[in-house]
């Protein structure tokens, strides 16, 4: 996951879930995809949980990419939510993803979920 694909291949990591469904496809998986004006030599990919997340940083940024399964338990959520020591010691985090989450009054939702209320400190 630390080596770079060719120049012109567009996926720089692709992480797909460890289990295929009944059709032979995975259900799930992060990926970053980066345009031909980036310089890849600035960014380093750092591989999570496989198909929940991935870790990057591009220059002087930290970004995260994950995908938190619906009915996942919250310590799995904090393993997903790891960022690895590998990266170095960049304290701000740009994190992307699929959350599945409810935020309540945050977003103008009634209702507030305990995964909610677990990430809102990254939130603000």
């Not at 997340?53 to 994950?66: I, K, L, M, P």
């Not at 997903?80 to 977003?107: A, H, I, K, Q």
Request: hydrophobic share 40%.
């Amino acid at each position: 996951a630390d080596s770079l694909p060719p120049a012109n291949d567009a996926i720089l990591y692709w992480g797909p879930a460890t289990v295929r469904n009944n059709l032979g496809h995975y259900p799930y998986g992060v990926a970053l995809f980066v345009g031909e004006g980036v310089d890849r030599r600035a960014v380093k990919v750092v591989e999570g949980v496989r198909g929940h997340s991935v870790w990057w940083s591009y220059r002087d940024t930290c970004f995260g990419g994950v995908y938190l399964k619906q009915n996942q338990p919250v310590d799995e959520d904090q393993r997903v939510l790891t960022v690895s020591d590998r990266l170095g010691s960049l304290e701000d985090v740009v994190l992307l993803g699929d959350f599945n989450m409810r935020l309540g009054d945050l977003t103008g939702d009634r209702v507030t979920c305990q995964r909610g209320r677990t990430l809102l400190p990254w939130i603000i």
